[in-house]
């Protein structure tokens, strides 16, 4: 059998969306081991002990001037950014 290695370069996320304090009920149906809240690595990034670990080179964090979750987006960059990870990441502001 001739395995073949997936190499990802890039990422794009378009109005990331991640949890907050609150218990984002959803979510917390689908994944009910989940605690629903910012404190499960996979609703926010920066408690992710393996954020390092992405497996892309690079990663374009697209948001919006009007969008409610902006501040959100904005905050993955700079987690990106400040979580070790050795890649680069490119913020786009459109408004």
Same mark, same amino acid.
């Given at each position: 059998m001739i395995r073949q290695e997936?190499? &990802? &370069?890039? @990422? &794009?996320?378009?109005? #990331? +969306? +991640?949890?907050?304090a609150e218990v =984002? *009920? !959803?979510y917390k149906f689908i994944c009910p081991t989940s605690s629903g809240r910012?404190?499960? #690595?996979? !609703?926010?990034?920066?408690?992710? !002990? =393996? @954020?390092?670990? !992405?497996?892309c080179e690079k990663v374009l964090v697209c948001v919006a001037e009007k969008d409610r @979750? *902006?501040?959100r987006g904005v905050a993955y960059d700079e987690t990106l950014r400040s979580g070790g990870? =050795?890649?680069?990441v490119k913020l786009?502001?459109?408004?």
């Open positions: 997936n190499n &990802i &370069i890039g @990422l &794009i996320t378009a109005h #990331p +969306f +991640f949890g907050t =984002d *009920r !959803l910012d404190d499960d #690595p996979k !609703l926010n990034p920066a408690v992710d !002990l =393996d @954020l390092s670990k !992405l497996g @979750l *902006r501040e990870w =050795d890649g680069t786009m502001k459109r408004s």
